[in-house]
């Protein structure tokens, strides 16, 4: 039996776990789950089953769920994450937490000797680094939730680490993956929101219509398996039934396969080696798909990929700029205050302009973070003007 703690329940991938743990009653149990602002979400679960300890964000919301649900201890804000993750209970931590503010979390957890799922993209993004580091010193499992990174996970099994000469991540190629770069000027949100292969979070569906939702997969999947970058290919491949591949020293190619169902690759993360059954989950019945695409993605049209590369091989602090100004730059587009482009000629002024640290501490690489927030939100605050600006 597997002791759950998890972050981010109320997400795309936080309701599909509560659903594997459900289905699953003999394998997991919740101990501990946060949820932002959806506080509906955790009466939800709450009226499910006992669970001891929560966490939301806002310390009004916690006094009013502890009136409600006596028996559990409510925990809020960024410290009440840490305190989650610190618990003596619990021996998975499933982060499935939306931008940096999961790196901290991960980071405690690890040092309280816990194993991670994660599914958090940031946390290997802005951190890798030093969770690495920390998964080292502490001696604990991290395995990953994230669809092309469990499908390279899963071809790896059996696999001698010296025998891989290359990693290819497959991409859907997002909502805009046929348009020109006229066109996504004038793209709306709307139109961004519709991922044509799968349900995810608005914002992570937006970074797959950029593309830096696989450029992040880049840097994460260089962490994970600890491969250079040169050997990390991206393939466009329309149909997202391959949801990556290996490649072996014999130009062997295996590829994982199967539906776009999320649940696998988080059921799998908790129960590797072992499988068990995807509840009420569609076989995928190659006969009927009947052909699959690959193609060489377009790095002209969607250059925040080839930034990935170039901010993944820079290290220090790089990855942390091109986070935060994304993580901005995206609810801006969100809330209609800017256009689709203004995204990455947002995170390249931010590039330009924030301190590049090679040899960045923990401590830097999060001022980094809060330092370009800031910074690209006063420049936000100056209306459309900035887009005069000489570096465009
Ligand atoms: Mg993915």
Request: hydrophobic share 40%; charged share 25%; glycine share 6%.
């Amino acid at each position: 039996m597997k002791k759950l703690i998890l972050l981010g329940a109320s997400g795309s991938i936080g309701t599909q776990t509560l659903d594997v743990v459900a289905s699953h009653p003999d394998e997991y149990e919740l101990v501990a789950f946060s949820v932002g602002k959806r506080i509906e979400e955790a009466r939800k679960i709450l009226n499910q089953w006992r669970i001891p300890h929560v966490c939301v964000s806002r310390k009004e919301d916690m006094e009013q769920l502890a009136l409600e649900y006596p028996d559990t201890v409510f925990h809020f804000g960024d410290e009440g994450l840490l305190e989650l993750v610190s618990l003596k209970d619990g021996d998975w931590v499933v982060n499935a937490l939306v931008g940096s503010v999961g790196l901290k979390p991960t980071l405690c957890a690890i040092s309280h000797h816990k194993n991670i799922a994660l599914a958090n993209k940031e946390t290997l993004v802005v951190g890798g680094k030093f969770v690495l580091e920390a998964l080292k010193k502490y001696q604990v499992e991290l395995t990953p939730i994230d669809s092309e990174h469990s499908a390279i996970y899963q071809c790896l099994q059996g696999v001698r680490r010296e025998d891989v000469k290359k990693l290819i991540i497959t991409a859907s190629g997002g909502s805009f993956r046929d348009k020109t770069r006229d066109e996504l000027e004038n793209v709306t949100v709307q139109q961004a929101l519709s991922h044509p292969n799968w349900n995810m979070g608005a914002k992570i569906t937006i970074d797959s219509a950029t593309l830096m939702n696989k450029g992040f997969e880049v840097i994460e999947a260089h962490y994970l398996f600890d491969m250079e970058y040169e050997n990390i290919d991206v393939l466009v491949h329309r149909e997202s039934i391959v949801h990556s591949m290996i490649q072996t020293v014999d130009n062997a190619i295996l590829a994982q396969m199967g539906t776009a169902d999320m649940r696998l690759p988080i059921q799998y993360a908790l129960s590797v080696p072992k499988r068990y059954e995807v509840k009420n989950s569609d076989e995928c019945d190659l006969s009927i798909i009947g052909t699959l695409h690959f193609e060489k993605p377009d790095f002209d049209r969607f250059p925040l990929l080839k930034t990935a590369y170039e901010c993944g091989k820079k290290e220090g602090n790089a990855c942390a700029i091109l986070n935060a100004a994304k993580e901005v730059a995206v609810s801006a587009f969100l809330n209609e205050k800017i256009n689709f482009l203004d995204i990455e000629r947002i995170i390249a002024l931010a590039l330009e302009k924030i301190e590049y640290i090679e040899d960045a501490t923990l401590e830097q690489v999060l001022e980094t973070d809060q330092k370009t927030r800031e910074f690209v939100r006063e420049y936000l605050k100056g209306g459309m003007e900035w887009k005069q600006s000489s570096i465009f």
